[in-house]
């Protein structure tokens, strides 16, 4: 294709320089984190997708926890960004201790621990830890898909207890593709639940208008899931690309059971699902009303952005480079862009011939700053820059700053903060980000899986946070 040469936006080699701090709605000014040098990891997972992280080992690559968590990679077998109806090639999931050096030797501080297997010809996508066993140790919960057949899968590596994990997961098949991920308590019961979202991803001709529910069943340390399908409506393939927990319905079920939310890219929609209780679940769906983004949401992180006590979520318009926020009450009554305008960001300007082949995709929160509110961390790729060696394509995040009025700080001249993520000659291809705090210092840090990654160039990147001073107001 011929693409023009992005010359718009102040891109440097190693990371993306734009705008400064800006002033807030209350006439406060956050400050703008940096970072360091993307610094990439060889992977080896065969086209990297799903990442987490948690603190399961010690200094010395023991089970216990030392502040530095370790990061898994699962590889998705094919490139997820453009297509997921072909078969997956080999791939696997990997997970490297995190050895805390991230001062003295930073492309050191991610060693490789252990290799597990994911199963051949089926596409791997969302990767968490959490205890599902109830032993006391994080097991890793990864989704899968096979297209052709219309299945998807829900595979757990246990923890042994010993450091490591089964090499080869317990698979609880679905007749259903999924491709979104929770790990919560849903039934209130102690242990965790999981819910996935359906995903398009389907030759079949099946209906994908669905999540699915993995009511934990365990026993006796006997692993055991209970899935039931659900539909989220009726008449349309709304495939949601992604699903979230909070607690949106706070006062109006009466309890504090945790609620879903989907985001639809295919509708376009959202739909938002009121746990009752005793995984008993009431699906809304709301459609695009008119507004600026035409709601085609890939992708979403939830939490409580601002100071009050209610639930938001934002949404990933992958199209559009765009980020709709949605504000909650204890009602699950929602405050979108549609109403307020400083609610929904540009990530870049669509208007910009140079970004016409940009893509956003995967999203997390966290605080880049400390600041009051939840930052959000948005993935781009395919931006196009200039090098001495020609143009290049490269990934970047778009960083959004929160305010404590659940709104976000951008610059005051473009749309986003926007930084790097690969360096010169790696192959990027951003698909989901992991905020985390990596070195310990108080500040969270951007980990990046690169889905693009060929065999020579099968990698992931690190975004180390050079944030020193904690933001006072």
């Given at each position: 294709?011929?693409?023009?040469?992005?010359?718009?936006?102040?891109?440097?080699?190693?990371?993306?320089?734009?705008?400064?701090?800006?002033?807030?709605?209350?006439?406060?000014?956050q400050?703008?984190?940096?970072?360091?040098?993307?610094?990439?990891?060889?992977?080896?997972?065969?086209?990297?997708?799903?990442l987490?992280?948690?603190?399961?080992?010690d200094?010395?690559?023991?089970?216990?926890?030392?502040?530095?968590?370790?990061?898994?990679?699962?590889?998705?077998g094919?490139?997820?960004l453009?297509?997921?109806?072909?078969?997956?090639?080999?791939?696997?999931?990997?997970?490297?201790?995190?050895?805390?050096?991230?001062?003295?030797?930073?492309t050191?501080?991610?060693?490789?621990h252990?290799?597990?297997?994911?199963?051949?010809?089926?596409?791997?996508?969302?990767?968490?830890?959490?205890?599902?066993?109830?032993?006391?140790?994080?097991?890793?919960?990864?989704?899968?898909?096979?297209?052709?057949?219309?299945?998807?899968?829900?595979?757990?590596?246990?923890?042994?207890?010993?450091?490591?994990?089964?090499?080869?997961?317990?698979?609880?098949?679905?007749?259903?593709?999924?491709?979104?991920?929770?790990?919560?308590?849903l039934?209130?019961?102690?242990?965790?639940?999981?819910?996935?979202?359906?995903?398009?991803?389907?030759?079949?001709?099946?209906?994908?208008?669905?999540?699915?529910?993995?009511?934990?069943?365990?026993?006796?340390?006997?692993?055991?899931?209970?899935?039931?399908?659900?539909?989220?409506?009726?008449?349309?393939?709304?495939?949601?690309?992604?699903?979230?927990?909070?607690?949106?319905?706070?006062?109006?079920?009466?309890?504090?059971?945790?609620?879903?939310?989907?985001?639809?890219?295919?509708?376009?929609?959202?739909?938002?699902?009121?746990?009752?209780?005793?995984?008993?679940?009431?699906?809304?769906?709301?459609?695009?009303?008119?507004?600026?983004?035409?709601?085609?949401?890939?992708?979403?992180?939830?939490?409580?952005?601002?100071?009050?006590?209610?639930?938001?979520?934002?949404?990933?318009?992958?199209?559009?480079?765009?980020?709709?926020?949605?504000?909650?009450?204890?009602?699950?009554?929602f405050?979108?862009?549609?109403?307020?305008?400083?609610?929904?960001?540009?990530?870049?300007?669509?208007?910009?011939?140079?970004?016409?082949?940009?893509?956003?995709?995967?999203?997390?929160?966290?605080?880049?700053?400390?600041?009051?509110g939840?930052?959000?961390?948005?993935?781009?790729?395919?931006?196009?820059?200039?090098?001495?060696?020609?143009?290049?394509?490269?990934?970047a995040?778009?960083?959004?700053?929160?305010?404590?009025?659940?709104?976000?700080?951008?610059?005051?001249?473009?749309?986003?903060?926007?930084?790097?993520?690969?360096?010169?000659?790696?192959?990027?291809?951003?698909?989901?980000?992991?905020?985390?705090?990596?070195?310990?210092?108080?500040?969270?840090?951007?980990?990046?899986?690169?889905?693009?990654?060929?065999?020579?160039?099968?990698?992931?990147?690190?975004?180390?946070?050079?944030?020193?001073?904690?933001?006072?107001?």
């Amino acid at each position: 294709m011929d693409r023009q040469r992005n010359r718009a936006r102040g891109v440097v080699m190693g990371f993306v320089v734009i705008g400064v701090a800006a002033t807030t709605a209350v006439g406060q000014v956050q400050k703008v984190p940096t970072f360091e040098d993307p610094i990439t990891f060889g992977a080896g997972v065969g086209s990297p997708y799903g990442l987490a992280s948690a603190d399961f080992l010690d200094a010395n690559g023991n089970p216990g926890q030392d502040g530095y968590p370790e990061i898994a990679v699962a590889g998705a077998g094919l490139n997820l960004l453009d297509n997921c109806d072909q078969i997956a090639v080999d791939h696997s999931l990997k997970i490297f201790h995190n050895t805390g050096t991230w001062d003295t030797n930073p492309t050191g501080a991610l060693v490789q621990h252990q290799v597990l297997n994911i199963a051949s010809g089926k596409t791997a996508t969302e990767l968490a830890f959490a205890d599902v066993t109830g032993s006391g140790h994080p097991d890793l919960v990864l989704l899968g898909f096979q297209p052709d057949l219309g299945e998807g899968y829900l595979w757990v590596y246990q923890n042994l207890g010993n450091g490591t994990f089964q090499s080869s997961p317990d698979e609880f098949p679905m007749d259903v593709s999924v491709r979104g991920l929770v790990t919560v308590d849903l039934d209130g019961d102690g242990d965790i639940d999981i819910a996935a979202a359906g995903s398009n991803c389907d030759n079949t001709g099946s209906a994908t208008e669905r999540f699915v529910v993995f009511e934990n069943a365990t026993f006796n340390g006997v692993l055991s899931f209970d899935a039931q399908i659900e539909q989220i409506a009726t008449g349309t393939d709304t495939a949601p690309g992604d699903i979230v927990v909070g607690d949106f319905y706070a006062l109006s079920a009466g309890d504090s059971f945790q609620d879903l939310v989907t985001s639809n890219p295919l509708d376009p929609s959202y739909t938002k699902i009121r746990n009752l209780g005793q995984l008993q679940f009431v699906p809304t769906t709301a459609a695009n009303s008119g507004c600026s983004s035409d709601w085609s949401f890939i992708t979403a992180a939830s939490a409580k952005f601002g100071t009050d006590s209610w639930w938001d979520f934002a949404a990933v318009d992958f199209d559009d480079l765009f980020l709709g926020v949605f504000k909650g009450n204890q009602l699950a009554q929602f405050t979108s862009f549609c109403d307020d305008p400083a609610l929904g960001y540009q990530l870049l300007p669509t208007t910009d011939p140079d970004n016409a082949f940009v893509r956003a995709h995967g999203i997390d929160s966290g605080n880049l700053n400390g600041g009051p509110g939840v930052d959000l961390v948005v993935t781009l790729y395919e931006l196009e820059v200039a090098s001495t060696e020609g143009p290049e394509w490269v990934s970047a995040v778009a960083v959004l700053l929160g305010k404590a009025d659940g709104t976000f700080q951008v610059p005051t001249a473009q749309t986003a903060y926007i930084f790097r993520t690969d360096g010169p000659g790696v192959v990027g291809g951003a698909a989901l980000v992991e905020v985390v705090d990596l070195d310990a210092d108080g500040f969270d840090d951007i980990v990046v899986s690169n889905n693009y990654s060929d065999a020579l160039n099968d990698n992931f990147s690190v975004l180390i946070n050079k944030m020193v001073v904690a933001i006072g107001f």
